[in-house]
């Protein structure tokens, strides 16, 4: 049972353009979402996080926008750069009943910015 | 400045083999969280400890998986008779607050130790 749904398992986009990564989710408890973005051989790193309080976040280049009755978010990173090229995970929490920290993640989508 | 680090990079076992993945947090941090990726799939949770304390292991398999992180050292994530569906990335992560303390908090990564079951 896939919580976390990252339906686009890869994106391409031109450098300077705008990359718009979706996600999509199917427990309503969820409250707490986060991105995060991971290159090979490493570690995944956070990048920005939305409570569900909020439906907009914004950090410098990424902003993550929240649609809780779709229950769909999604990562916009304006001006796109060659080394954001990597793959980026949605990830969920319901502080509840799991913590804050055990977090339900996406099968992640493969972004590539080209020059 | 020391991120969380995890050791050893790579490990291969034969099956039937234990296998003994380390994991030291970053510097202050108590709360130490594992996950596995599996090919082609998310990261899953599955084990949150505080020192000396499991506090949250709902999604470590029944069976040949435990983990520690005692009073002094690294956090352990011990894998007893390895088989091949074994074989993933483990990482370790760590956190500041305790959950529900706040989330200005996030999970920071180790770059995960790769496991491979021959």
């Known amino acids: 049972d896939q919580q976390v749904k990252q339906n686009s398992p890869s994106l391409s986009v031109q450098e300077g353009r705008i990359s718009i990564l979706n996600c999509d989710y199917t427990?309503?408890?969820?409250?707490?979402f986060l991105w995060y973005k991971k290159y090979p051989a490493e570690g995944p790193t956070f990048l920005i996080s939305?409570?569900?309080?909020?439906d907009k976040n914004e950090d410098g280049r990424f902003t993550v926008f929240l649609n809780k009755s779709a229950k769909h978010l999604s990562l916009h990173i304006v001006p796109s750069q060659p080394g954001d090229s990597a793959v980026y995970f949605c990830?969920?929490?319901?502080?509840?009943?799991?913590?804050?920290?055990?977090?339900?993640f996406g099968t992640g989508t493969q972004l590539k910015v080209e020059l | 400045n020391a991120g969380v680090m995890q050791n050893p990079r790579h490990l291969v076992r034969r099956r039937g083999q234990e296998a003994r993945l380390r994991c030291s947090p970053m510097?202050?941090?108590?709360?130490v969280y594992w996950y596995r990726q599996l090919p082609e799939e998310g990261l899953k949770f599955m084990v949150y400890?505080?020192?000396?304390?499991?506090?949250?292991e709902s999604g470590m398999p029944k069976e040949r998986f435990s983990a520690e992180f005692p009073k002094e050292g690294p956090s352990i994530l011990r894998i007893q008779q390895v088989v091949r569906g074994d074989s993933a990335a483990y990482f370790c992560?760590?956190?500041?607050?305790?959950?529900?303390?706040?989330?200005?908090?996030?999970?920071?990564f180790g770059n995960g130790t790769r496991l491979t079951v021959t």
């Open positions: 992560a760590s956190s500041l607050l305790t959950p529900g303390q706040g989330r200005d908090s996030p999970l920071h």
């Open positions: 427990n309503s408890m969820f409250d707490y």
């Open positions: 939305i409570s569900s309080i909020k």
């Open positions: 990830a969920a929490s319901d502080i509840l009943t799991g913590g804050g920290n055990k977090l339900t």
């Open positions: 510097k202050g941090h108590s709360h």
């Open positions: 400890l505080q020192k000396e304390n499991i506090i949250d």
